[in-house]
């Protein structure tokens, strides 16, 4: 994905999300005060240190020095790039990030024909399956699985008639294979990709139509068929139904992933709104991230078949580098024969909540996977079981439950002192962050910038006090001409915006701590300290100057302009 990013964008970015619900979607926060707190993500600890700060649009955790914006704790929490980082905030406030490039501007058109033409696919599909008589085995497939027209209507669902040609006699031929609509044939032309199919449209989180499922009314194969990627469809990144589950709910207690699109349908017409179904493919790590965003609990509902408990496996396989403290994922193992669809059917909502309730913590579900066909009374058992054991969990991020899962693994293998886990990595992370800590005694420079990062409207007092900046040659000085400079030319520049200014520059760590820093004044209390600290601030670059001065006409004497100067000065010390 070549081309910058406007700057314009990531300040709009910035300002649409709020941190307290990016964050709180990856890692459950409790109120406390005017913050929100958890236990930190960047290090392993017993009480929270880790705040969230709504007002201010930062976090910081006052325990190993981690802080910064949202994008920030993208960029840390998911190990993105900044390019990534912005990419997931914008999916996170649903837009669509802009770039500066051609390639790109061509990309984005054949991407917004390509979201046209399936919009408009999927409105002749479901007025198919409502007027074309052809549709009638569609009709009465979806009434035999106790669909109601309610539901059709809420997941769109539609018919393909049985035609080689139904989409081509409306749409141009390139956009249709584009789109993943069509399939080119060798002798030039292309001929419709879904025929005679109940068909079930993939929305992306915006409720944009990426693609398509099918489901064949006979016995033909494939009985499943999904659009092929495209620009605009990505098999391993979207799930089936989570617009239509986040419509309902933005923020879920759980999401349970489904087999199938008819897994996920079946549920809602039974009032469950919380599943969504993996496209045809393995669900992958990719997947687990996407659903962590808006649900701290990922429950597992695969059949009860070979397939389903390999499905499982895998998923759960794939979910290692996803699991951080305050994330959990389940597993609900259905009995041999048996899928979502039939099981609500036969014991109803209340009982299938009550089963997801009593489903397997991953830790047990794991070990008890790994030890089959061990005998762990032997030693040899035992050490297959630590082998095995281990490359999963070096996969895991630190924190309390990898720590967890070790310990589980000592009592399983009996190996008191195993320790498996590499600690350079945490002890690099605390390393790295305690050099960022804040001083709690603030220079005065430092006392400013911190005042006036907090109270931008601060740099009214500046302008009125009419620095002589040259005077002032203190450290950090240039750090606040800057500051001062972002700030008047962008009068409502936010906290988050503002350190965007100073990503991957020297004075970043520095920027973020003096952010942070905590002042226990408001109001009118505020302007006086600042407006003292600027005439401190004043008055030092004078003293500074003065004594320059001074010593420069002892040494080797002033010239002219340097003795106006020097009077000056002399003048205003009163
Ligand atoms: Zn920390």
């Known amino acids: 994905m070549a081309g910058m990013i406007p700057r314009p964008f990531i300040d709009d970015l910035l300002v649409r999300v709020d941190i307290v619900d990016l964050i709180d979607s990856h890692l459950p926060l409790k109120k406390s005060g005017s913050n929100y707190t958890a236990r930190c993500p960047f290090h392993t600890e017993k009480t929270p240190s880790f705040a969230v700060t709504r007002s201010k649009q930062l976090f910081h955790c006052f325990g190993c020095g981690a802080g910064g914006n949202a994008i920030s704790f993208l960029m840390d929490f998911s190990h993105l790039s900044f390019v990534e980082a912005i990419e997931d905030l914008a999916s996170f406030v649903g837009i669509e990030v802009p770039r500066e490039s051609s390639t790109a501007t061509f990309k984005k058109s054949t991407a917004t024909t390509s979201f046209k033409v399936l919009e408009q696919a999927a409105s002749f599909y479901v007025e198919q399956l409502r007027n074309n008589p052809e549709a009638k085995d569609a009709v009465d497939y979806l009434k035999n699985r106790g669909v109601s027209g309610e539901v059709a209507q809420e997941f769109h669902i539609g018919f393909a008639p049985n035609s080689w040609d139904s989409l081509n006699k409306q749409f141009k031929t390139q956009e249709l294979i584009n789109a993943g609509l069509a399939i080119a044939k060798e002798s030039g032309g292309a001929y419709d990709r879904f025929r005679g199919r109940v068909v079930f449209p993939i929305r992306d989180r915006r409720g944009r139509v990426t693609g398509f499922g099918g489901r064949v009314l006979d016995d033909s194969l494939p009985k499943y068929l999904n659009s092929p990627e495209t620009d605009v469809f990505h098999k391993g990144k979207e799930v089936y139904g989570l617009y239509e589950l986040l419509s309902s709910n933005a923020k879920p207690d759980r999401i349970l992933v489904v087999e199938g699109y008819m897994d996920v349908i079946a549920l809602a017409q039974f009032g469950l709104n919380?599943?969504?179904?993996?496209?045809g493919t393995a669900t992958s790590k990719d997947h687990l991230e996407l659903l962590f965003r808006f649900s701290s609990e990922i429950v597992l509902c695969f059949d009860g078949d070979k397939a389903g408990r390999e499905a499982s496996w895998r998923a759960v396989s794939a979910a290692?580098?996803?699991?951080?403290?305050?994330?959990?994922?389940?597993?609900?193992?259905?009995?041999?024969?048996?899928?979502?669809?039939?099981?609500?059917?036969?014991?109803?909502?209340?009982?299938?909540?009550?089963?997801?309730?009593?489903?397997?913590?991953?830790?047990?579900?794991?070990?008890?996977?790994?030890?089959?066909?061990?005998?762990l009374s032997d030693i040899e058992g035992r050490a297959a079981l630590i082998n095995k054991a281990k490359s999963y969990l070096e996969k895991l991020p630190n924190g309390i439950f990898q720590e967890l899962m070790q310990n589980k693994l000592k009592v399983l293998s009996k190996v008191e002192t195993l320790d498996i886990i590499k600690q350079s990595t945490e002890n690099n992370t605390r390393n790295r962050h305690t050099k960022g800590q804040a001083d709690t005694k603030l220079s005065i420079i430092r006392l400013t910038i911190s005042l006036l990062l907090q109270n931008p409207e601060l740099v009214e007092i500046i302008e009125d006090k009419n620095i002589n900046w040259a005077l002032i040659n203190l450290p950090g000085v240039d750090l606040l001409k800057k500051i001062v400079e972002i700030i008047t030319t962008n009068p409502n520049v936010s906290l988050p915006c503002l350190l965007e200014y100073f990503r991957n520059t020297d004075q970043e760590k520095h920027i973020k701590i003096m952010m942070n820093h905590e002042f226990y004044i408001s109001g009118a209390e505020v302007k006086e300290e600042f407006s003292g600290a600027i005439d401190r601030l004043i008055r030092q670059g004078t003293d500074n100057r003065l004594t320059q001065l001074i010593d420069k006409s002892r040494e080797s004497g002033l010239n002219v302009q340097q003795q106006k100067e020097l009077s000056t000065l002399l003048a205003g010390q009163k």
């Open 320 to 375: 290692f580098p996803c699991l951080r403290d305050g994330r959990q994922i389940k597993i609900m193992q259905l009995p041999e024969g048996v899928d979502p669809d039939n099981l609500i059917r036969e014991i109803g909502l209340e009982n299938f909540e009550q089963k997801i309730s009593e489903s397997q913590a991953l830790s047990d579900y794991f070990f008890e996977r790994l030890s089959l066909g061990l005998n």
């Open 274 to 279: 919380y599943s969504v179904a993996a496209l």
